[in-house]
């Protein structure tokens, strides 16, 4: 069998769509103005796979979401782990957006044509095992991505797992109230925040930071955790038990990458 192309058989798709139903069903009015994202995390073969999948990333996807008003931000793990992942993080303007892309893309003839060699590849030459995926809606607070400077070195993606949906929605609240402002005020570099529509660990939401290296990002969070204004925060008691798990990983952007 072909391979597929990049969103071709998206089970967060289905999945999306499936929960959107009853919601419609129910009168409850789209979300819209905000950005969508697809996070996939790529467990890669080894070898070459890394540079081909950049190929279809940066010769098919990119130049498709770009004429949309997307972007692709490509990274691989500041741990350097074996067998290698490679973070994909494509922008979307909307939830609409998103799943009306996804059908593009499979009748577009010239994204096909800029695919054709990634999809003909064979069966027994993969370029990776298997993918995770994550569909993020953006924050009312920034409502879009924010590009990183161009000194960027660093991203810090962050997500915060919550022990059920009410805690979920009481640190999105904190957030955009509160401690995004702080975040800014510090010099910690947003690049998006979203929530978690679907994937893996939720309830949760997730984020990401830049910084121009390690040393940056140490300076930048070692005046965060005393600001008398995060302490302020932290013990209101609205914002109480919102987090249960922090997942932190370090990412390096790769050449090509658009974020």
């Not at 993969?126 to 991505?145: C, G, N, Q």
């Not at 009410?166 to 975040?183: S, V, W």
């Not at 008398?228 to 990412?251: C, G, H, Q």
């Amino acid at each position: 069998m072909k391979r597929r192309t990049f969103i071709r058989n998206s089970a967060v798709a289905a999945g999306v769509a499936a929960a959107a139903a009853p919601l419609a069903a129910a009168g409850q009015p789209a979300v819209s103005g905000k950005e969508v994202y697809e996070l996939r995390i790529y467990q890669l073969t080894g070898g070459g796979a890394k540079n081909q999948l950049k190929n279809y990333l940066t010769g098919a996807v990119m130049p498709f979401l770009n004429s949309k008003g997307g972007k692709v931000g490509i990274f691989s793990e500041y741990s350097l782990e074996d067998p290698p992942k490679l973070y994909v993080l494509c922008s979307f303007p909307d939830m609409a957006g998103y799943f009306s892309l996804l059908q593009e893309m499979e009748t577009n003839p010239g994204f096909q044509e800029k695919a054709r060699t990634y999809n003909e590849l064979p069966a027994d030459k993969p370029l990776f095992e298997r993918y995770e995926t994550l569909l993020l809606e953006a924050f009312d607070a920034i409502p879009k991505l924010r590009q990183p400077g161009q000194e960027r070195g660093l991203l810090e993606l962050r997500i915060y797992e919550s022990y059920n949906e009410d805690a979920g929605r009481r640190k999105i609240l904190m957030f955009n109230k509160e401690e995004l402002p702080l975040f800014d005020k510090l010099g910690l570099n947003a690049v998006f925040f979203g929530k978690n529509v679907a994937g893996g660990f939720m309830p949760a939401l997730t984020y990401m930071l830049w910084f121009k290296d390690m040393a940056h990002r140490t300076e930048a969070w070692s005046k965060f955790g005393p600001h008398p204004e995060w302490i302020a925060m932290r013990d209101k008691p609205e914002y109480a038990n919102t987090v249960s798990k922090v997942r932190k990983i370090f990412l390096l952007p790769e050449e090509g990458s658009q974020i």
